[in-house]
């Protein structure tokens, strides 16, 4: 029962090509037929959009979520999923002879994210309107996404990602609902009846545009709202400028700059560059984002007092916590209130979501950069600073070294992170481990300071996009033994756990599982010209490029079975594909080397005939949402090896578990939640604890060359990293080698090594069995339910938002 019936829509199909193309869709390309249909569900869509907007309750709390970064992927397919008409659709146009996955493809994805911080503001979005909140997104429409990856003789080449040359058939331009940022000038200060009053002037003005774009509830009518910022100059500024006084430069000059800001994402993850343009972005769509808020809620509210209890603000990482003395400044210089009532109402509206323990990611900014850039938004950075570290020296007098490492201001700089716990009333980590060690080790001081403000959310992902969208045949067996519920119930999936012994059902899992790796099969062929044997195991490891992700050590493992079967020890190795995926930071030099690493060992190891039935090796390039629904439902084994303690949660760790991947992990982030679920026979995890790698750091007390000389196997492997056979190039892997030996080894790779070799021996032991393998997979797809984003949204909903 839908709003549309297949008649209906084919007429629909016909008439919106007609109209947009200008003539029969007989005749028309596949971009032309995608675009015909992507504005026809726009405006399905846009019937319960208006709905949405019409039925909001003014007295019902609305959540913003702010993140520099949401990474959507394609939106066609997910939205007919949650609109109910997917397979209507399908089967009109095939009676149109169009194949409505063919048209799918055209998509271009929407890629304005980094990776898991991103991604997960994506989730969360599809979740929020699932789940019935009114929830918008709020963020940076860059006209560059992330840029795409090229492998060019081993080595990743970036380019630009112009994601926006065709048609965007999603967004809605909003023209007449600019706001108006400003950047740079002075504050002037004058005093009416003893009450100061602040005059930003001689400032730079930025035209901001929203672009909203729908997001679509699954099966309940319900629409949000993402909202993206674009950058625009004031256009009677220009003219002004060029016309008026004929400065004609000075105009271009002014349109570049303002342009640059929404120009491009920055490609870096768990790693900050303090750049000016990174810092203007922030401060562009949080200003714009709390601008418009204010505005709607002036419009149903006459008390702006009440706002906490309407509007709640959440914070994607400190990268939007200009949020806060934003929100400040208009409480405090446009509405006029005391700056305690407006502190109260600023604290009580926002929370904020932490996603590293990484020190080089935490966020700080050089005094006089920012005073230049905003000076009215640092003058009030100040004064919290001054009335936080008063209230430090009440609690800690004398204590004077605690209290500068607490300050929000010092040595200069400015710390977000602590502007953000300060400034809100929630503070989350992403997963159980990871907001232990906020607590104990990261923000202890904090956590004693403010011990309430503290929670933990484990982060979860949408199993509408990851398990109903890309594995169609699973969702199906799924659906056939334990009904539907589990789609509006994610956590009601365990039920699957009665049918993981049954024969059918393993039956089932088997050839679904060779059906979705023979497509990634035929995918690589078209893509690469490899082949690969879909009966070997399909062994994935997709995610960013990162030393402490320890891509390295899954080399490792590759190399010395190499090595083993070459030596003729390679009987009980099961053949096996190492699949890679993932993007370097343009500017990280080692993650770099370990791409081209990567790509040395699969030329060897793919065109050595002795080995070449054993193992095989794929990088396959530009890794994006897109490329993961491909390879994620055809892995068998899901590489999760970060160091313990860096990982702060993970989330492709999930997405490999719902589709029936084993995980090979150590004990980081959320995949200590997977083993509670799975229990410890239905996965593999190896490697030092959390605690043990905190204690090395704390001590010093690791020495990576013990490692070499304890070990003949590595110390052949290191061999190898210099050897012609692999490395033409000879000062190619030299960083590697420095980082090992040099820095001594920092992320443990050589440490873990053995144990994992040993978690691979019984990753291949396991295989043997099939039966056990895939009954081993259903319980993996059975627990995932605790997984999906609406439990971690509803989570939110009662503790942090109170919706
Ligand atoms: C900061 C300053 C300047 C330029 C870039 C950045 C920047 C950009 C992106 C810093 C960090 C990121 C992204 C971080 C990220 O994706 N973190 C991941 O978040 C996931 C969701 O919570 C977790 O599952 C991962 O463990 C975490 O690494």
Redesign the pocket.
């Known amino acids: 029962m839908t709003f549309i019936n297949k008649e209906d829509f084919k007429r629909d199909f016909k008439n919106k090509y007609l109209q947009i193309h200008g003539e029969e869709y007989t005749s028309g390309t596949l971009e032309e037929k995608y675009v015909a249909l992507g504005f026809l569900v726009r405006e399905y869509i846009t019937k319960q959009w208006i709905e949405t907007k019409k039925s909001y309750d003014k007295d019902k709390k609305q959540v913003y979520y702010f993140s520099?970064?949401f990474l959507l992927g394609k939106l066609l397919s997910t939205s007919l999923i949650n609109l109910g008409i997917r397979e209507c659709l399908k089967e009109g146009l095939k009676e149109l002879n169009i194949d409505l996955e063919e048209l799918e493809e055209v998509e271009e994805d929407q890629g304005l994210g980094?990776?898991?911080?991103?991604r997960?503001a994506a989730c969360f979005l599809d979740s929020m309107a699932s789940v019935n909140i009114i929830g918008n997104g709020c963020g940076i429409r860059y006209k560059y996404g992330f840029f795409r990856q090229k492998i060019v003789d081993g080595y990743q080449v970036e380019m630009p990602d112009h994601w926006l040359k065709g048609r965007n058939v999603w967004e809605i331009k909003k023209s007449n609902k600019g706001i108006i940022v400003k950047f740079g000038g002075k504050v002037k200060v004058d005093s009416d009846n003893g009450r100061l009053i602040f005059t930003h002037i001689n400032y730079e003005p930025v035209l901001a545009i929203p672009y909203d774009t729908p997001i679509v509830g699954y099966k309940n009518g319900i629409v949000n709202t993402l909202r993206l910022w674009s950058a625009e100059p004031l256009n009677n500024e220009f003219d002004y400028l060029a016309f008026s006084r004929g400065e004609y430069l000075k105009a271009i000059e002014y349109k570049n700059s303002v342009e640059a800001i929404s120009q491009v994402l920055?490609p870096?993850?768990?790693?900050?560059?303090g750049r000016v343009l990174?810092l203007k972005q922030q401060y562009f769509f949080v200003s714009a984002g709390i601008q418009s808020i204010i505005r709607h809620f002036k419009k149903n509210n006459n008390d702006i007092k009440e706002l906490n209890n309407k509007i709640a603000i959440h914070i994607n990482?400190t990268?939007p916590s200009l949020a806060i003395p934003e929100l400040m400044r208009i409480l405090l210089d446009e509405e006029g209130l005391s700056f305690e009532e407006a502190f109260y109402i600023t604290e009580n509206t926002i929370s904020y979501t932490n996603?590293?323990i990484m020190k080089e990611?935490l966020?700080k900014w050089p005094v006089d950069m920012f005073k230049s850039i905003l000076p009215r938004i640092y003058m009030i950075i100040e004064e919290l600073n001054e009335r936080f570290c008063k209230k430090l020296w009440d609690k800690y007098y004398g204590e004077w070294d605690k209290i500068s490492r607490m300050a929000i201001i010092s040595n200069s700089n400015i710390h977000m992170a602590h502007l953000a716990i300060v400034g809100s009333h929630s503070v989350n980590g992403?997963a159980k481990l990871h907001t232990e060690i906020l607590k104990k080790e990261e923000m202890k001081e904090f956590h004693k300071f403010y011990n309430e403000k503290f929670n933990n959310k484990t982060?979860g992902i949408t199993h509408r996009r990851w398990l109903m969208k890309i594995n169609p045949s699973l969702t199906r067996v799924i659906n056939e033994s334990i009904g539907e519920e589990w789609i509006k119930e994610p956590e009601r999936l365990i039920d699957f756990k009665d049918y993981v012994k049954d024969k059918d059902i393993i039956n089932s899992l088997k050839v679904i599982k060779l059906k979705n790796k023979i497509a990634l099969s035929n995918f690589i062929k078209e893509s690469m010209n490899i082949d690969i044997d879909p009966r070997s195991i399909f062994d994935t490891q997709v995610k960013r490029i990162h030393g402490y992700k320890r891509q390295l050590l899954n080399v490792f493992n590759i190399l010395d079975s190499y090595n083993r079967i070459i030596n003729g020890q390679g009987e009980d190795i099961h053949p096996r594909t190492f699949i890679f995926g993932g993007k370097a930071a343009p500017g990280y030099l080692f993650a770099k080397k370990i791409i081209k690493l990567i790509n040395s060992v699969a030329y060897v190891v793919n065109n050595d005939k002795r080995v070449s039935d054993k193992i095989k090796v794929v990088f396959l390039e530009n890794y994006r949402v897109s490329l993961g629904e491909i390879i994620i439902p055809a892995s068998e084994v899901s590489e999760q090896i970060s160091t313990a303690s860096k990982?702060?949660?993970?989330?492709s760790n999930m997405k490999f578990m719902m589709n029936g991947a084993l995980t090979i992990a150590t004990l980081d982030?959320a995949n200590i939640e997977i083993l509670d679920r799975v229990g410890k026979e239905n996965i593999i995890t190896f490697g030092l604890s959390a605690k043990e790698v905190i204690e090395y750091y704390k001590t010093g007390n690791y020495n990576s060359r013990d490692e070499i000389n304890k070990d003949n196997r590595i110390k052949i492997i290191i061999d190898q990293l210099s050897n012609p056979k692999f490395n033409k190039d000879f000062s190619d892997f030299q960083v590697i080698y420095h980082n090992l030996i040099t820095a001594n080894d920092e992320f443990f790779v050589l440490k873990d090594f053995n144990e994992y070799i040993k978690a691979q021996d019984t990753i291949n032991s396991l295989y043997k069995d099939e039966n056990r393998w895939n009954e081993i997979s259903g319980v993996n797809i059975a627990s995932s339910g605790f997984f999906s984003s609406d439990r971690t949204i509803n989570q939110y909903k009662e503790d942090v938002w109170k919706v």
């Open positions: 520099m970064e980094n990776g898991g911080l991103g997960l920055y870096d993850d768990n790693y900050l560059e990174r990482d990268h996603h590293t990611a966020e992403v982060n990982e702060a949660s993970g989330t982030g």
